[in-house]
T-cell receptor, first 114, second 116 residues
Framework: DAGITQSPRYKITETGRQVTLMCHQTWSHSYMFWYRQDLGHGLRLIYYSAAADITDKGEVPDGYVVSRSKTENFPLTLESATRSQTSVYFC?????????????FGDGTRLSIL | AQKVTQAQTEISVVEKEDVTLDCVYETRDTTYYLFWYKQPPSGELVFLIRRNSFDEQNEISGRYSWNFQKSTSSFNFTITASQVVDSAVYFCALSEGDNAGNMLTFGGGTRLMVKP
């Protein structure tokens, strides 16, 4: 039971570089989410997806791009990384509409931008 | 828009003390879910409890208990006889609508330190 996996777990990169964070889930969940965690803000939603090829913005989408060509994958790309995007990123998934099951979270990716 | 406030940013207690973590929420929806998550030092998010807006019964699970009061828009979390292993950051969260898997709005978190 692999569940939901994020890669890499840790990443250091430089300002201006492109970086992609991967998220893979094995449950065939319809919904997938990307959150960032920053001190004092808790977790904030970046983007989410209700199904393959359907994505929508969350609270803090600027500077990020997502895609969902397959149900199980939901990569998050920082096209030109900035220091303000240094954060811990969590991916999550959930079953479908009208479910009483909560989201399942990955273990997070700690991203540092120098 | 929905909002979750955890006014206590940090709490420090001595082992075996009881501690209550406060959570106040705002939403215009009549149907919603409330959650508590634990984030230990290792960093992962551990789901603790889910409560929907139509169920105001308090819940107890071992040393953990939750008090949901719609009249005050609060969903407080009490740890009885705290232990060092309870040291973590605790998040309260809200999702609107009748899908518990909907996007979450998190509070800022409360860091709990339990000293031996």
């Amino acid at each position: 039971d692999a569940g939901i996996t994020q890669s890499p777990r840790y990443k250091i990169t430089e300002t201006g570089r492109q970086v992609t964070l991967m998220c893979h889930q094995t449950w065939s969940h319809s919904y997938m989410f990307w959150y960032r965690q920053d001190l004092g803000h808790g977790l904030r939603l970046i983007y989410y997806s209700a199904a393959a090829d359907i994505t929508d913005k969350g609270e803090v989408p600027d500077g990020y791009v997502v895609s969902r060509s397959k149900t199980e994958n939901f990569p998050l790309t920082l096209e030109s990384a900035t220091r303000s995007q240094t954060s811990v990123y969590f991916c999550a998934s959930s079953e479908r509409e009208y479910s009483n099951q909560p989201q399942h979270f990955g273990d997070g990716t700690r991203l540092s931008i120098l | 828009a929905q909002k979750v406030t955890q006014a206590q940013t940090e709490i420090s207690v001595v082992e075996k003390e009881d501690v209550t973590l406060d959570c106040v929420y705002e939403t215009r929806d009549t149907t919603y879910y409330l959650f508590w998550y634990k984030q230990p030092p290792s960093g992962e998010l551990v789901f603790l409890i889910r409560r929907n807006s139509f169920d105001e019964q308090n819940e107890i699970s071992g040393r953990y208990s939750w008090n949901f009061q719609k009249s005050t828009s609060s969903f407080n979390f009490t740890i009885t006889a705290s232990q060092v292993v309870d040291s973590a950051v605790y998040f309260c969260a809200l999702s609107e609508g009748d899908n518990a898997g909907n996007m979450l709005t998190f509070g800022g978190g409360t860091r709990l330190m339990v000293k031996p």
